[in-house]
């Protein structure tokens, strides 16, 4: 946190806007992925390109010959396995056809 004392709140956005604003004002260029239904299932995606989920996310279905890096937030009761975070953490899940390394990005 950059002040404890002069906390700015976030009012005007939700915080999966926020944090793909701020991934674009790094360079970041990104797809938004849609959950496969209500609870927050999605299919990682065959293309080799940069997403952010829409939602935060419960599991991935699909094999292991999903490729690209995809940003995230975890949902409650998140199967994601190497997530152990809350529903606020950003993580980065990169695939390449077989391994699967997710990382927090902001804890």
């Given at each position: ?52 989920a ?8 699909g ?20 997530v ?7 993580y ?16």
């Open positions: 946190m950059i002040n404890k004392d002069r906390i700015v709140p976030v009012t005007k956005t939700d915080l999966l806007t926020l944090y793909a604003t701020i991934l674009a004002l790094g360079g970041k260029t990104f797809t938004v992925l849609k959950a496969d239904d209500a609870e927050g299932h999605f299919t990682f995606p065959t293309q080799g390109l940069t997403y952010i829409a939602e935060p996310v419960k599991s991935f279905t094999d292991n010959d999903g490729v690209g890096t995809l940003y995230f937030v975890p949902a409650y009761g998140c199967e994601v396995e190497g152990d975070g809350e529903a606020a953490d950003l980065k899940i990169t695939r390449d056809g077989g391994v699967t390394p997710v990382s927090p990005i902001a804890e």
